[in-house]
């Protein structure tokens, strides 16, 4: 019981089981990001708990299943991932506004890449990663829309489906990882994909 400004104000003692129980979940959230982050694509309820110290059954008694737990690493992710995301109009010419939105995607791209690569291991199974797919593609389309407004005005829907697969996550994720390109490199590339297509949609 403490005092404030002449009034007793009650306090109820915090739960040490509760308490403990939080610092579980969030160990387990931790773990299973870290071994992501380090290359384990399809990490295990048992290899979460080792990484996180907790027993197997712990993992179940905080998620009911691991898209319970795919849910809150993509909820974790993205809350990572939002600062990060300029969403500011892009001006400038044609090359300008090409390259300011490449730019932006690289970033992003950078972060999420682990995650991604191995929610394809999930995707088809897991609700969790398939919505937070959707949520990054749609922002993207529609980032995309507005920075190609008029090269994309009057144009045939596909147009705007090859820019979009061009400067796709996956599109990305092929240059790095097949062909072995630098971030540099591959931001060249994709900027020159995207003015060839949209000079070719000229003619």
Known sequence: MTVNAGKEIDEKPVDGRVARGARNRDAIVDAAIRLVRGG????????????????????????????????????????????????????????????????????????VAPFRRSARVFRDTSSAIRSGHT???????????????????????????????????????RLRTDQRLGRDRTSEVMRYALRTAIAGARR
């Not at 990060?84 to 400038?92: E, K, R, Y």
């Not at 529609?142 to 090859?162: C, F, I, N, S």
């Open 40 to 111: 384990d694509m399809s990490p295990t309820a048992d290899r979460i708990a080792v990484e996180a110290g907790v027993g197997v059954r712990s993992v179940f008694r905080h998620f009911d299943d691991l898209d319970g737990l795919f849910r809150t690493i993509s909820e974790r992710v993205e809350d990572e991932i939002v600062p990060l995301a300029d969403n500011s109009p892009i001006v400038g010419d044609l090359d300008e506004r090409i390259e300011q939105l490449i730019a932006r995607r690289i970033v992003v791209y950078e972060r």
């Open 135 to 173: 949520r990054l593609d749609i922002w993207h389309r529609d980032q995309l829309k507005q920075t190609l407004r008029a090269e994309l005005d009057g144009k045939t829907g596909e147009l705007l489906e090859m820019l979009d697969t061009l400067s796709s996550f996956e599109a990305w994720d």
